[in-house]
Nanobody, 126 residues
Framework: QLQLVESGGGLVKPGGSLRLSCTAS????????IGWFRQAPGKEREGLSC????????LYVDSVKGRFTASRDNAKNTAYLQMNSLKPEDTADYYC???????????????????WGQGTQVTVSS
């Protein structure tokens, strides 16, 4: 059983940056591709990115491409989402999720992931 814990959320002004972390409970994170999602109040969960097990393949949805960067450090059992140029519409709960061995073909679909963290809140406001 893989347990994921997100951290790094908070309140930031428009144009600011945050780095989210997703830490696994064991040293098997290297077997899993990591997806990043967010869910704003009253909206469906939205897929943002997926990073492959080795980190050599990273997929982004258009809404965050060029602003968000996914990375990972398997030695630390941690994946990251660097978020720059944040906008008020980025306000949401952010989640990481894990899928065994590779990013799903439909990497932005929540149903395709096996394990989830509890989420961390990001608020972008002046």
């Amino acid at each position: 059983q893989l347990q994921l814990v997100e951290s790094g959320g908070g309140l930031v002004k428009p144009g600011g940056s945050l780095r989210l972390s997703c830490t696994a409970s064991s040293n098997i994170l290297r077997r899993y591709a990591i997806g990043w999602f967010r869910q704003a109040p009253g909206k469906e969960r939205e897929g943002l990115s997926c990073i492959s097990v080795s980190g050599d393949r990273i997929l982004y949805v258009d809404s965050v491409k060029g602003r968000f960067t996914a990375s990972r450090d398997n030695a630390k059992n941690t994946a990251y989402l660097q978020m720059n140029s944040l906008k008020p519409e980025d306000t949401a709960d952010y989640y990481c999720a894990a899928d065994l061995y590779s990013c799903p073909t439909t990497y932005d679909r929540p149903d395709d992931y096996d394990y989830w963290g509890q989420g961390t809140q990001v608020t972008v406001s002046s």
